[in-house]
């Protein structure tokens, strides 16, 4: 797969969720935040009905295509790539997972651990 089917800008403007001075317009700080994150990458919650469409059809056609609205794409670009993205703490927030329990499985099955949550 090449790197070219992925965004060229991946890693601009990415971090904003840990950006201070951004923060700092919600409330939150730096340290908050972080907590807010850790807490998320534990939680294994369902993925609504688009989200599980877009994975099931990602994993039926390796089109990243499937995977341009969605946080995944950061997971999908570590696993296959090896890149760590700017957004990758965001993707695993958003599914449920740290990056070493994701080092540990294949993209096939973070894919069904999230396809499959009930």
Known sequence: MS????????????LFHLNPSVLSYFGVTLSEMKDIESVMQNTKSKMNSTVVGALLK???TKNVDFLKNITFRYI???KTTGEVCGRLSVGLSDFGFIQKEIDKMT????LDNVINRQ
Do not use: F
């Not at 790197?3 to 990415?14: A, H, L, P, Q, R």
């Open 58 to 60: 990602y994993k039926e």
């Open 76 to 78: 999908m670009i570590y």
């Open 107 to 110: 993209l096939d099955e973070i």
């Open 3 to 14: 790197k070219n089917t992925y965004s060229i800008n991946e890693n601009d403007n990415t």
